[in-house]
């Protein structure tokens, strides 16, 4: 399998009755959500760090395909320079090692306070960071960094450390009218969009708006990039977030429709085996 498609999170009462089964319980809902998806963003290592026992039991619950893209925590990454909490992020890969081959790249989310002046300390976090062999994405929120020099001096430090840069695509969101379902996430970094693969596999956070027609024209230029890194075998994971979350499992299904109307070859969706694909394209709406 080279592409894995999903959303930011699996724990949310509010799918249940469409995407979760009614009667759903919380301690079934990773179970049922790696039996639709076959990956998942885990935003969850963010905010806490699971103990052992709890990554041996995601493990357990969940099938062989199936694949975690955990974010680092916010300890480490949202702490000013990441000199500092370099073994804190040793350890955290570590305690994530247990998922096996059920473990996808991890990825670090940096704050946009962290600019380009600090790409000394990136590189140092990076190096250091090889001692795991684990793969790895970075997330970048200062505008800085999008510029033409400070753009290419970060990708050939991820390039030559077999690093990933996240690809965050929140135009979908600021298309349209001010609509009050999206101020939350308008809140966020509004950040250029860059089509750049610096390792083997690539990350991608699609931030689609509720309407799936707004979605249309990014999810069409997607189907192009996803093509072309499949002919060239790169591993890609597909993260679908939406502003409203009950919506989110819907457009990332309606995406791989459109992904397998076009002729990409990818996997099959497990989703539609427990349930037929939508003849409609608006989803449970």
Not at 141 to 157: P, V
Not at 158 to 173: A, F, K, T
Not at 176 to 196: A, H, V
Not at 242 to 267: D, Q, T
Request: with cysteine; hydrophobic share 40%; glycine share 4%.
């Amino acid at each position: 399998m080279k592409f894995f498609i999903g959303c930011a999170v699996w724990s949310y009462k509010g799918w249940i009755g469409d995407f979760y089964p009614k009667g759903s319980r919380n301690s079934d809902f990773l179970n049922l959500y790696s039996r639709r998806f076959q990956a998942v963003e885990g935003n969850t290592t963010f905010y806490a760090v699971p103990n052992a026992e709890t990554v041996v039991k995601w493990a357990r619950e969940t099938p062989e395909y199936f694949r975690f893209c955990l974010k680092l925590p916010r300890d480490i990454s949202h702490n000013g320079r990441l000199k500092a909490y370099i073994l804190k992020a040793l350890e955290f890969a570590e305690q994530m090692r247990p998922l096996g081959t059920r473990l996808a790249p991890l990825f670090l989310q940096l704050p946009p306070n962290y600019s380009p002046r600090l790409i000394d300390d990136l590189a140092l976090f990076l190096e250091s960071w090889q001692q795991t062999k684990l793969p790895l994405a970075v997330e970048v929120r200062h505008n800085d960094w999008f510029l033409k020099a400070e753009s290419s001096q970060l990708n050939q430090l991820l390039e030559d450390l077999g690093i990933g840069r996240v690809l965050l695509d929140s135009r979908p969101i600021y298309t349209g009218d001010n609509d009050p379902q999206l101020e939350s996430e308008r809140r966020k970094p509004k950040l250029p969009l860059q089509f750049t693969v610096t390792s083997k596999f690539s990350l991608i956070r699609f931030i689609s708006h509720p309407k799936l027609e707004m979605n249309q024209q990014f999810m069409g230029e997607w189907v192009k990039q996803i093509q072309d890194w499949l002919q060239q075998d790169k591993e890609i994971y597909f993260f679908v977030h939406c502003p409203v979350e009950e919506y989110s499992p819907r457009n990332a299904r309606y995406f791989y429709r459109i992904l397998k109307e076009n002729g990409i070859s990818v996997p099959a969706l497990p989703w539609d085996e427990i349930t037929p694909e939508p003849n409609q394209l608006s989803l449970w709406e």
